[in-house]
Antibody, heavy 117, light 107 residues
Framework: VQLVESGGGLIQPGGSLRLSCVASGFTVSDNYMTWVRQAPGKGLEWVSTIYIASNTYYADSVRGRFTISKDNSKNTLHLQMNSLRVEDTAVYYC????????????WGPGTLVTVSS | DIQMTQSPSSLSASVGDRVTITCRASQSVSRYLNWYQHKAGKAPKLLIYEASRLQSGVPSRFSGSGSGTDFTLTITSLQPEDFATYYCQQSNSPPFTFGPGTKVDIK
């Protein structure tokens, strides 16, 4: 299994960014997919999880600004991030699990998002 | 939302020591509590799921126990590769919150 994130970078406050995560050896459409982030010097923070389009969950800190989605045809997970804030600066990890209750089995290496003017 | 706490926030230990980390949930999460190991610059690694089930490939010196609100991760005979930060995470109900972490470093 391999998960590889892309789309990170430097963005000004208020801007938008779209993260992508391509999976191999793991079927995105059949499984739970999650974004977890780690701000500099801080711990892990769960951001969002999706199973099917009608089953999406968000942390309070990002609800209404971030949107998680799957592109099953490309076996890819996305995170659309709007109205970005300085406090959204973090390494964003894409992660997958066969069952959300059994923990997160597979992780990507992470992509850095820096929100700064 | 369920809040997670961990204690201690950090500890120093020697190779061969027995290490115990505690995680507490603000309300019952049944047995849906997971433990991860995270090293700087690397992806987190699932160690224990459903409080006490060892993830495939994880050494047997790692074990977990507990249910409801109180959980424990134990590392018997700490090895050099075990120096890392450990996080608990509840997967009972969203948001699937992580604890603040426990950093284990070399004494």
């Amino acid at each position: 299994v391999q998960l590889v994130e892309s789309g990170g970078g430097l963005i000004q406050p208020g801007g938008s960014l779209r993260l992508s995560c391509v999976a191999s050896g793991f079927t995105v459409s059949d499984n739970y997919m999650t974004w977890v982030r780690q701000a500099p010097g801080k711990g892990l923070e769960w951001v969002s999880t999706i199973y099917i389009a009608s089953n999406t969950y968000y942390a309070d800190s990002v609800r209404g600004r971030f949107t998680i989605s799957k592109d099953n045809s490309k076996n890819t997970l996305h995170l659309q991030m709007n109205s970005l804030r300085v406090e959204d600066t973090a390494v964003y990890y894409c992660a997958g699990s066969l069952s959300v209750r059994r923990g997160i089995d597979y992780w990507g290496p992470g992509t850095l998002v820096t929100v700064s003017s | 939302d369920i809040q997670m706490t961990q204690s201690p926030s950090s500890l120093s230990a020697s190779v061969g020591d027995r290490v115990t980390i505690t995680c507490r949930a603000s309300q019952s999460v049944s047995r849906y509590l997971n433990w991860y190991q995270h090293k700087a610059g690397k992806a987190p690694k699932l160690l224990i799921y459903e409080a006490s089930r060892l993830q495939s490939g994880v050494p047997s010196r790692f074990s977990g126990s507990g249910s409801g609100t109180d959980f424990t991760l134990t590392i018997t005979s700490l090895q050099p590769e075990d120096f890392a930060t450990y996080y608990c995470q509840q997967s009972n109900s969203p948001p699937f919150t992580f604890g603040p972490g426990t950093k284990v470093d070399i004494k």
